[in-house]
């Protein structure tokens, strides 16, 4: 079963390191099935990290620094349910998910028979190692995606959505580049939207309300995900940058990067254990994962998956 996840680290359990086995090269093409709209941002200076005080010490979302990026082109939504299928159908991927046979589901979302509940990790008991959850299943074997084209893909780790990429001619985004894609807008803000998490009492992402874990109020409208064109986009013309599901980026992870940081395309440490993710989920809440905004960084193992993890790529 999986080891607990810190509490300071991230908001989904991870998976012990044992290799899955991964399919022939040759099933990685490049072959313009990648349809989702792209967005652009353009070349230039940002300030990068929390401005506000707001982060986990442990997050190393400080210090604040000055980021030159070149131009670049990112995805307007996380890569979906039918945009995943696609890619399965024409290469025969098979996730790390379906290659161990579990994955982890949120334990008011199961779907499942109780014998696939094959435990939970003692600090975080709310999440469920489920036997047959996967990307098809997303919370367990008695759920399906059918209907759910438009939502974004889940249950898929580091090195699945590298799998994807190379098949689509893609490549995940570094942390620079997503928090300056999420920021569209006047610098230093939270959100992608301003400072405020409501505006005129309506929610801007889809996140926990009520008491985490027990109680979810799904005032935002969504208990679990919502369609990736749920919500308003922000100034780079991006849907939920902020909540839905994570997001893997390209970079390895290190809490204490920032301080040496280059100033030009930091393309994030050279080794580590874990991958960066971004953007929080819709368990993302601020009694717990205050990791909604802008600034907030997160990590996993790169052969991690969950309910609430997905992506977007970038172009090459």
Same mark, same amino acid.
């Given at each position: 079963?999986?080891?607990?996840?810190?509490?300071?680290?991230?908001?989904?359990?991870?998976?012990?390191?044992?290799?899955?086995?991964?399919?022939?090269?040759?099933?990685?093409?490049?072959?313009?099935?990648?349809?989702?709209?792209?967005?652009?941002?353009?070349?230039?200076?940002?300030?990068?990290?929390?401005?506000?005080?707001?982060?986990?010490?442990?997050?190393?979302?400080?210090?604040?620094?000055?980021?030159?990026?070149?131009?670049?082109?990112?995805?307007?939504?996380?890569?979906?349910?039918?945009?995943?299928?696609?890619?399965?159908?024409?290469?025969?991927?098979?996730?790390?998910?379906?290659?161990?046979?579990?994955?982890?589901?949120?334990?008011?979302?199961?779907?499942?028979?109780?014998?696939?509940?094959?435990?939970?990790?003692?600090?975080? !008991?709310?999440?469920?190692?489920?036997?047959?959850?996967?990307?098809?299943?997303?919370?367990?074997?008695?759920?399906?995606?059918?209907?759910?084209?438009?939502? !974004?893909?889940?249950?898929?780790?580091?090195?699945?959505?590298?799998?994807?990429?190379?098949?689509?001619?893609?490549?995940?985004?570094?942390?620079?580049?997503?928090?300056?894609?999420?920021?569209?807008?006047?610098?230093?803000?939270?959100?992608?939207?301003?400072?405020?998490?409501?505006?005129?009492?309506?929610?801007?992402?889809?996140?926990?309300?009520?008491?985490?874990?027990?109680?979810?109020?799904?005032?935002?409208?969504?208990?679990?995900?919502?369609?990736?064109?749920?919500?308003?986009?922000?100034?780079?013309?991006?849907?939920?940058?902020?909540?839905?599901?994570?997001?893997?980026?390209?970079?390895?992870?290190? !809490?204490?990067?920032?301080?040496?940081?280059?100033?030009?395309?930091?393309?994030? !440490?050279?080794?580590?254990?874990?991958?960066?993710?971004?953007?929080?989920?819709?368990?993302?809440?601020?009694?717990?994962?205050?990791?909604?905004?802008?600034?907030?960084?997160?990590?996993?193992?790169?052969?991690?998956?969950?309910?609430?993890?997905?992506?977007?790529?970038?172009?090459?």
């Amino acid at each position: 079963m999986e080891k607990p996840v810190e509490k300071n680290t991230c908001c989904s359990p991870s998976r012990p390191s044992t290799p899955a086995a991964r399919p022939p090269e040759s099933l990685f093409h490049r072959n313009g099935a990648h349809v989702i709209e792209q967005a652009g941002v353009v070349a230039g200076i940002f300030l990068m990290g929390d401005a506000n005080g707001d982060g986990n010490p442990g997050d190393g979302e400080w210090p604040v620094h000055e980021v030159s990026l070149s131009s670049f082109s990112i995805d307007a939504t996380s890569v979906t349910n039918a945009d995943f299928a696609r890619f399965v159908e024409a290469s025969g991927y098979r996730t790390e998910a379906e290659a161990f046979g579990y994955s982890a589901v949120f334990h008011l979302d199961l779907e499942a028979e109780p014998s696939d509940v094959l435990g939970r990790p003692p600090e975080t !008991p709310w999440w469920l190692g489920v036997a047959g959850a996967d990307w098809r299943h997303p919370q367990g074997r008695k759920s399906s995606i059918k209907g759910l084209d438009d939502h !974004p893909v889940v249950h898929v780790s580091w090195n699945d959505a590298q799998a994807y990429c190379r098949w689509a001619g893609r490549r995940l985004p570094t942390e620079a580049e997503w928090e300056c894609a999420a920021r569209g807008g006047p610098a230093g803000k939270r959100y992608p939207w301003g400072d405020e998490l409501m505006t005129d009492g309506v929610f801007n992402c889809n996140i926990w309300q009520g008491v985490f874990p027990t109680v979810n109020e799904g005032a935002d409208g969504w208990r679990t995900t919502a369609p990736v064109r749920s919500f308003a986009q922000n100034g780079h013309g991006l849907w939920q940058m902020a909540g839905n599901v994570w997001e893997w980026c390209a970079d390895w992870f290190d !809490p204490t990067y920032y301080a040496r940081s280059p100033r030009d395309n930091p393309p994030g !440490p050279s080794s580590g254990m874990r991958r960066a993710m971004r953007g929080g989920s819709f368990l993302c809440h601020h009694s717990y994962c205050n990791r909604y905004r802008n600034a907030a960084r997160s990590s996993n193992t790169p052969d991690s998956s969950a309910s609430n993890i997905g992506f977007r790529t970038a172009g090459l």
